[in-house]
Structures are given as structure tokens and as C-alpha cells.
């Protein structure tokens, strides 16, 4: 299914963080009226950045190889380069994004260098307050570890303040329990909550839904039973 819509609405951590979710290869496409990207994805990670002067080219190329040798780039270059385009890509804030699943052929041999998790965390330590508070946006909120967090939190790349707030969710704190306890501040803590979320490290504690009606006793049961029959 093709993912599109405006970066104005969606940002950079959501769009990832649904790429990571399903693992998704594919083509994300980023325009505006000033620069083209296009960004490479495989098994959610992203592999490669390109920039064109046309959309249009990057569907000329179904194969990765292809892609590589019309750029001039060796398989051992790809690291250097995607840490040279990737802040140029982060700091687009404005433009369309659209997402092709499949389409491009990876050769077996070519894995992604930089973890997914890795880029969600760092974006999410630059996020404002009003982008924090579509996701964290009541202090009551309770959060608890994944199975797999540990695996995620290293991927991710934490900072030690980060590490400290993960050690305080444990399904029964609220966020605002964490902040007072950490003696973080609480914009700080949001974004770090926000970047877990995103990375799978944490997800939000379901409400336990109360059982309606009551649970009477044999005992408790006779006793209204020989109460009503001596009325």
C-alpha cells in the first residue's frame, strides 16, 4: 500500500516509524519547490539517499545496482554518503513525501549501516512542545517496556538521560511521576517518550475495562434470597 501526504501533517519520526513497523522496502519520495529525494528503504531501515532533478528518474531504475552505477557509487561509499545526505534530507520541514512499496531490486549482499531507531531518536530530541503533545498529551499517561526493548534501546543509540528515564517505566508510573522522580525536565521527557514510542521500545498501557455488574457469593447470594423471602 503507497504511503503519501504532506510533511506539514506528518513528520519525519512518523513516517519512519510506520517504514520500521512493517519492515517496509520501497522508495520514499520528498519534494519541494527547491530539492527531490529520494530515500531507499529496506526492511525498514534506509539504505540509501539520492537527490534528483526530476521525480520522474527515479523510477527509471528498478534494480539498486543501476542506481549505484549511474551515481558513481561503490557499495563501500554507501555509509559516507548517506551521512552526508541525511542531514540535508532532515531538514526539509516543508514539501510532499509518497512512499512505493517494492519496485526496487536490492542485491543480497547490501545491508543498511545506520539503524532506523538511531534517526528516530535523534530526530525526536529536536521535536517542539506542540509536536510532543500529539502523542504525549496528559501527564497521567502510563507507558511499559516491549518484549524486545532492550534490542531496540540499543539500536537506538540512547543518551545516559535517556537510558534513566527508560529505567523508570515500568507499566505503574505515570509521566508525571517520571519527571518528578528523574528530575527531568518536562519537555525533555516527552520527547524522549515520544522517540520510544516510535522506535517500538515502549507502547502506551491499556486501561484494564471494569466487569459490569456484580460478582455475589453463594453465601452472599442466599442470605439476599432469605432476606427477600422473610419480607
Known amino acids: 500500500m503507497a504511503i503519501a501526504g504532506n510533511l506539514e501533517v506528518f513528520n519525519f519520526i512518523d513516517i519512519f516509524q510506520i517504514l520500521r513497523k512493517d519492515k517496509k522496502d520501497g522508495i520514499l519520495v520528498v519534494e519541494n519547490e527547491n530539492r527531490k529525494f529520494a530515500v531507499y528503504f529496506k526492511e525498514g531501515n534506509i539504505l540509501y539517499i539520492r537527490e534528483v532533478a526530476k521525480v520522474f528518474y527515479i523510477y527509471l531504475d528498478v534494480d539498486f545496482d543501476q542506481v549505484l ?3 558513481g557509487i561503490s557499495k563501500e561509499d554507501l555509509y559516507r554518503v548517506l551521512v552526508a545526505k541525511l542531514p540535508l534530507l532532515l531538514a526539509v520541514k516543508k514539501g510532499k513525501f ?19 531507531e538511531k534517526i528516530i531518536m535523534y530526530l525526536s530530541r529536536q521535536l517542539s512542545q506542540d ?16 518484549k524486545d526493548w532492550r534490542i531496540l534501546a540499543e539500536k537506538a543509540h540512547l543518551t545516559d538521560t535517556e537510558k534513566k528515564i527508560l529505567d523508570y ?17 518536562q519537555l525533555t521527557l516527552e520527547r524522549a517518550l515520544y522517540g520510544f514510542l516510535a522506535t517500538g521500545i515502549i507502547s502506551r498501557k491499556k486501561k484494564v475495562k471494569r466487569k459490569v455488574g456484580f460478582n455475589l457469593t453463594k453465601n452472599l447470594l ?8 422473610g419480607l
Open 169 to 185: 517505566i515500568d507499566g505503574n508510573r505515570t509521566v508525571k511521576q517520571i519527571m518528578e522522580e528523574a528530575k527531568v525536565k
Open 98 to 116: 509518497s512512499f512505493t512499496p517494492g519496485f526496487i531490486r536490492y542485491p543480497a549482499d547490501i545491508e543498511p549501516i545506520i539503524p532506523i
Open 222 to 229: 442466599r442470605k439476599i434470597v432469605e432476606r427477600i423471602k
Open 131 to 146: 509536536e510532543v503533545e500529539r502523542k504525549i498529551s496528559d501527564l497521567n499517561l502510563v507507558f511499559e517496556k516491549n
Open 69 to 71: 552505477e549511474k551515481e
